[in-house]
């Protein structure tokens, strides 16, 4: 089968994959082919959100895509999301300073979740328990949205307070 | 996951089309479903078309009612302010399903033709009409709790899982294709097909047909409604049972009703039965009822999913109720 040449934007950066079969993942081109590491790989399937990344803004799994889908597109992982003077992300000090985690390898998927979610929240945009119009993002407003990243050391209390208090900025 | 080649359609539905035509494959939209089955060795084309990027992620106001591209996200479509506004049952369905990361990727087209998620579809080693016809259902006499009780046949048992074509199919859309001979619409209702003895055959689609929009029309436009989901978890679960209902009434009698079911069959369930009981009957408790028990009275379920029988008529009649009282 041929393979594909083509770039991909991370970051800002413009990384080419060169002869790459097209059965690699968007994960795994990130993770193996541009030696980003902070997306993980959990389940593999769509079930976990370990891998999720930003592309264009949104949050996706990247585990469930083709990296060749994503020629071009404005791609954003963990490594990303600090200033460049590596001054970090208010997700990431809220994470920090909330124990928002214990094992760590869920964490890139929540963050990156994090902010997505965030943005869609701050653009109005309803979930299954919004009744009406979006309400106060607490208790099952924040459980539905982050329902998609699972972390298996239960570290939710942690994750959920960082995230309030992120969104309260 | 075989290998296979990969061909970007970017430019328009007829170079999709011949692109397939050219490759003998499938079409890829968010890749939520197939690359999980590709990966999964369930599906295994020999060439993809990305559609990803046809220039069909619009919803656009059209005779009365709304037309949906086919590569619209899942949230961009619940999100959209005219979906919110005339059609909240679809909004809420949508969001009943997957997780928000899922929903970014799949696509209105894509939902319709996600596969079942019976474990034995996915479970190689075991027999499935499915993936291989002919082979028979260990579903049958397997662990069945998910599996369906309505429109059942002996050779599948499987469930359509999505939410979202539970509420267009109570809003009786219309499903727009394109293909090697030309476009055509299909009936939501008619778009997906019973298993039969075909269970491999899912949708009415042709070989090399493209979905390229789903309309829904004016006349189930600003409905109340609701859309409640039972399943194993709060959130990021398939249904159990599921039931997408509409109601208006006039004069102290039912003037319109809608009724749609999932997780119970292998297609989203419209409960006809149900609805025409109700049409111009009084909105009482004991009217939705009966309509519910009589919907499910064919119901043919197996010793582990004997539980939606009831489930599936208490939510009905709950639903319903429901509406009468807040909403209509």
């Given at each position: 089968?041929?393979?594909?040449?083509?770039?991909?934007?991370?970051?800002?950066?413009?990384?080419?994959?060169?002869?790459?079969?097209?059965?690699?993942?968007?994960?795994?081109?990130?993770?193996?082919?541009?030696?980003?590491?902070?997306?993980?790989?959990?389940?593999?399937?769509?079930?976990?959100?370990?891998?999720?990344?930003?592309?264009d803004?949104?949050?996706?799994?990247?585990?469930?895509?083709?990296?060749?889908?994503?020629?071009?597109?404005?791609?954003?992982?963990?490594?990303?999301?600090?200033?460049?003077?590596?001054?970090?992300?208010?997700?990431?000090?809220?994470?920090?300073?909330?124990?928002?985690?214990?094992?760590?390898?869920?964490?890139?998927?929540?963050?990156?979740?994090?902010?997505?979610?965030?943005?869609?929240?701050?653009?109005g945009?309803?979930?299954?328990?919004?009744?009406?119009?979006?309400?106060?993002?607490?208790?099952?407003?924040?459980?539905?949205?982050?329902?998609?990243?699972?972390?298996?050391?239960?570290?939710?209390?942690?994750?959920?307070?960082?995230?309030?208090?992120?969104?309260?900025? | 996951?075989?290998s296979?080649?990969?061909?970007?359609?970017?430019?328009?539905?007829?170079?999709?089309?011949?692109l397939?035509?050219?490759?003998?494959?499938?079409?890829?939209?968010?890749?939520?479903?197939?690359?999980?089955?590709m990966?999964?060795?369930?599906?295994?084309?020999?060439?993809?078309?990305?559609?990803?990027?046809?220039?069909?992620?619009?919803?656009?106001?059209?005779?009365?009612?709304?037309?949906?591209?086919?590569t619209?996200?899942?949230?961009?479509?619940?999100?959209?302010?005219?979906?919110?506004?005339?059609?909240?049952?679809?909004?809420?369905?949508?969001?009943?399903?997957?997780?928000?990361?899922?929903?970014?990727?799949?696509?209105?087209?894509?939902?319709?033709?996600?596969?079942?998620?019976c474990y034995?579809?996915?479970?190689?080693?075991?027999?499935?009409?499915?993936?291989?016809?002919?082979?028979?259902c260990?579903?049958?006499?397997?662990?069945?709790?998910?599996?369906?009780?309505?429109?059942?046949?002996?050779?599948?048992?499987?469930?359509?899982?999505?939410?979202?074509?539970?509420?267009?199919?109570?809003?009786?859309?219309?499903?727009?294709?394109?293909?090697?001979?030309?476009e055509?619409?299909?009936?939501?209702?008619?778009?997906?097909?019973?298993?039969?003895?075909?269970?491999?055959?899912?949708?009415?689609?042709?070989a090399?047909?493209?979905?390229?929009?789903?309309?829904?029309?004016?006349?189930?436009?600003?409905?109340?409604?609701?859309?409640?989901?039972?399943?194993?978890?709060?959130?990021?679960?398939?249904?159990?049972?599921s039931?997408?209902?509409?109601?208006?009434?006039?004069?102290?009698?039912?003037?319109?009703?809608?009724?749609?079911?999932?997780?119970?069959?292998?297609?989203?369930?419209?409960?006809?039965?149900?609805?025409?009981?109700?049409?111009?009957?009084?909105?009482?408790?004991?009217?939705?009822?009966?309509?519910a028990?009589?919907?499910?009275?064919?119901?043919?379920?197996?010793?582990?999913?004997?539980?939606?029988?009831?489930?599936?008529?208490?939510?009905?009649?709950?639903?319903l109720?429901?509406?009468?009282?807040?909403?209509?």
């Amino acid at each position: 089968m041929p393979l594909h040449t083509f770039q991909l934007q991370i970051n800002g950066d413009t990384r080419t994959l060169s002869n790459l079969d097209p059965r690699v993942s968007l994960l795994d081109a990130i993770r193996d082919h541009c030696g980003l590491t902070g997306a993980k790989k959990g389940c593999n399937q769509g079930a976990c959100g370990a891998c999720t990344v930003l592309v264009d803004g949104e949050r996706i799994n990247s585990c469930l895509t083709l990296a060749l889908q994503y020629e071009g597109r404005d791609i954003r992982t963990i490594e990303g999301l600090a200033e460049a003077d590596g001054s970090l992300h208010p997700l990431q000090k809220a994470f920090v300073e909330h124990d928002g985690f214990q094992c760590g390898f869920c964490t890139p998927g929540q963050i990156c979740s994090a902010v997505g979610m965030l943005a869609e929240y701050k653009a109005g945009a309803p979930s299954a328990v919004t009744d009406g119009e979006v309400g106060e993002l607490a208790g099952a407003e924040l459980q539905e949205r982050m329902s998609g990243n699972l972390c298996r050391c239960g570290a939710y209390v942690g994750i959920r307070e960082a995230i309030l208090e992120a969104a309260a900025q | 996951m075989n290998s296979f080649s990969y061909a970007r359609a970017s430019e328009s539905p007829d170079l999709a089309v011949a692109l397939l035509n050219e490759n003998q494959g499938r079409y890829l939209a968010g890749g939520t479903n197939l690359i999980d089955l590709m990966r999964e060795e369930i599906e295994t084309p020999a060439a993809l078309v990305d559609i990803s990027r046809l220039p069909l992620a619009q919803i656009e106001e059209r005779e009365g009612g709304l037309r949906i591209g086919a590569t619209v996200k899942n949230s961009h479509c619940a999100a959209h302010p005219l979906v919110r506004d005339r059609y909240p049952l679809l909004s809420s369905a949508i969001l009943h399903g997957a997780s928000a990361q899922l929903r970014n990727m799949a696509t209105t087209g894509g939902n319709l033709m996600q596969r079942t998620r019976c474990y034995y579809f996915y479970d190689t080693a075991s027999r499935c009409n499915k993936r291989t016809p002919g082979s028979g259902c260990d579903a049958a006499q397997g662990f069945h709790r998910i599996h369906a009780i309505l429109g059942t046949s002996p050779h599948c048992i499987a469930t359509h899982p999505s939410d979202m074509c539970v509420a267009l199919t109570a809003l009786d859309a219309t499903v727009q294709v394109t293909g090697p001979d030309g476009e055509r619409s299909i009936a939501f209702g008619d778009f997906h097909r019973l298993p039969g003895n075909t269970p491999h055959v899912e949708t009415e689609l042709r070989a090399g047909e493209l979905i390229t929009a789903v309309d829904l029309p004016a006349s189930s436009a600003n409905l109340p409604s609701i859309y409640r989901k039972v399943r194993d978890r709060a959130s990021y679960a398939f249904a159990l049972v599921s039931v997408g209902a509409a109601l208006r009434v006039e004069d102290g009698r039912i003037a319109d009703v809608r009724i749609a079911l999932g997780g119970v069959a292998h297609k989203p369930w419209r409960a006809s039965i149900a609805e025409q009981m109700l049409h111009g009957a009084e909105p009482t408790e004991a009217n939705f009822r009966q309509a519910a028990e009589a919907e499910l009275t064919p119901a043919t379920p197996g010793h582990d999913n004997a539980f939606k029988v009831e489930l599936a008529q208490r939510m009905i009649a709950s639903v319903l109720q429901e509406l009468a009282e807040v909403k209509a």
